[in-house]
C-alpha cells in the first residue's frame, strides 16, 4: 500500500504564489509517475501537471497551467512538488496528488486533497 498526503494549500489574492507539498510512504518502490489533479466545485477531476520517471524522467502539464506552474521531486525524501505561480482565481480548487505503480501510468493510489482558493 501506499499512503499519500498533501500539504500547502491556503487562500491566496490573484497573482501570489503557492507550493503543494505530497509526502508519500509505503511501497513506493515500483512508482511510475506521480502526478497533481484538482477538482473545483461542480466540475469534474482534471489534471494539472506530472512527472514520470523510467529510463528519464519527463513533466508534462495542463495547457491551462503550462508556464505558470512547476512540478518537481526529491526522490529521497520521497517527495513531489508543485510550484504555483501568478495564481488565478479560476486555480481554485482542490489539489489532489497522485502516484502511479502501474507501467501503464494509471494513477491507482491518490491523496485526500489540500484546498487551494483564490480571491481576485
Known amino acids: 500500500q501506499v499512503q499519500l498526503v498533501e500539504s500547502g494549500g491556503g487562500s491566496v489574492q490573484a497573482g501570489d504564489s503557492l507550493r503543494l507539498s505530497c509526502a508519500a510512504s509505503g511501497r513506493t518502490f515500483s512508482t511510475y509517475a506521480m502526478g497533481w489533479f484538482r477538482q473545483a466545485p461542480g466540475k469534474e477531476r482534471e489534471f494539472v501537471a506530472q512527472i514520470k520517471w523510467s529510463g528519464g524522467t519527463t513533466t508534462s502539464y495542463a495547457d491551462s497551467v503550462k508556464g505558470r506552474f512547476t512540478i518537481s521531486r526529491d526522490n529521497a525524501k520521497k517527495m513531489v512538488y508543485l510550484q504555483m505561480n501568478s495564481l488565478k482565481p479560476e486555480d481554485t480548487a482542490v489539489y489532489y496528488c497522485?502516484?502511479?505503480?502501474?507501467?501503464?501510468?494509471?494513477?491507482?493510489?491518490w491523496g485526500q486533497g489540500t484546498q487551494v482558493t483564490v480571491s481576485s
Open positions: 497522485a502516484l502511479a505503480t502501474r507501467s501503464d501510468y494509471v494513477y491507482n493510489y
